[in-house]
């Protein structure tokens, strides 16, 4: 089964930037449509950015213009590009299928704080 392993996040100020990275075990088309989740204290678990094997994206509406979302096949690996950040967007992020069906054993997540 392909197993996730997210890095990336850490303490930011609000208006910085943070780069996320899911890597693969496995090709992660296998369970495309691939996306990155959040969650944040008190709160369940969220899709917040969806990529399709064919490039299609998807966003939030509180993400979208800030977050990009990317994929390098030749790597396995998942991106979130994340600018202009905010407190909200202090979470543990996690990559998954971004469909219920597909979605297989969470990864440990990555924590994004941000503050001053």
């Known amino acids: 089964q392909v197993q996730l392993v997210e890095s990336g996040g850490g303490l930011v100020q609000p208006g910085g930037s943070l780069r996320l990275s899911c890597t693969a075990s496995?090709?992660?088309?296998?369970?495309?449509?691939m996306g990155w989740y959040r969650q944040a204290p008190g709160k369940a678990r969220a899709l917040v950015a969806a990529?399709?094997?064919?490039?299609?994206?998807s966003y939030v509406p509180s993400v979208k213009g800030r977050f990009t979302i990317s994929t390098d096949i030749t790597k396995n690996m998942v991106y979130l590009q994340m600018n202009n950040l905010n407190p909200e967007d202090t979470a543990v992020y996690y990559c998954?299928?971004?469909?219920?069906?597909?979605?297989?054993?969470w990864g440990q997540g990555t924590q994004v704080t941000v503050s001053s």
């Open positions: 998954n299928s971004a469909t219920e069906s597909r979605r297989i054993k």
């Open positions: 496995e090709n992660i088309f296998s369970i495309s449509p």
């Open positions: 990529i399709t094997s064919g490039g299609s994206i």
